[in-house]
C-alpha cells in the first residue's frame, strides 16, 4: 500500500519559519517529481512548490519565492520544504505529493499521490 506521509507543521509566529518532511512507504521519491502544495479554510487548493524527478528543475509560487526552499534527501526516501520570513496568509494545511512533472505553475494535475497534509499556522 503506497503512502505519503508530511509532518514538520505547527503553530509559528510571524517572521518564524517551519521545515515540512515528506516521506513514503511504497514509493522512491526520487522517481518521481514532487510537489508541495496548500489550501486554507475556504479558498482553492495551491501549487507551492515542486521539483523535478532529477532534483534540477524546481519552481515555486509567486507568493513563496526567496521565503520557501524545496529539496530532497534521496537517501532517507524524503522531500523537504523549508519555509522562511512565514506570514500568516501562509497558513493553511499543507500537502505533500509525487508525480509526474513539476511544471512552472505547480499544477496538481500532474500528481497523483497524495498525503494526508499538516497544518501549518502562522499568528501576527
Known amino acids: 500500500q503506497v503512502q505519503v506521509v508530511e509532518s514538520g507543521g505547527g503553530l509559528v509566529q510571524a517572521g518564524g519559519s517551519l521545515r515540512l518532511s515528506c516521506t513514503s512507504s511504497?514509493?522512491?521519491?526520487?522517481?518521481?517529481?514532487m510537489g508541495w502544495f496548500r489550501q486554507a479554510p475556504g479558498k482553492e487548493r495551491e501549487g507551492v512548490s515542486c521539483?523535478?524527478?532529477?532534483?534540477?528543475?524546481?519552481n515555486y509560487a509567486d507568493s513563496v519565492k526567496g521565503r520557501f526552499t524545496i529539496s530532497r534527501d534521496n537517501a532517507k526516501n524524503t522531500v523537504y520544504l523549508q519555509m522562511n520570513s512565514l506570514k500568516p496568509e501562509d497558513t493553511a494545511m499543507y500537502y505533500c505529493?509525487?508525480?509526474?512533472?513539476?511544471?512552472?505553475?505547480?499544477?496538481?494535475?500532474?500528481?497523483?499521490?497524495w498525503g494526508q497534509g499538516t497544518q501549518v499556522t502562522v499568528s501576527s
Open positions: 505529493a509525487a508525480g509526474s512533472r513539476c511544471s512552472s505553475d505547480v499544477l496538481s494535475r500532474n500528481f497523483g499521490y
Open positions: 511504497g514509493l522512491t521519491l526520487n522517481h518521481y517529481a
Open positions: 521539483m523535478s524527478w532529477t532534483g534540477s528543475s524546481t
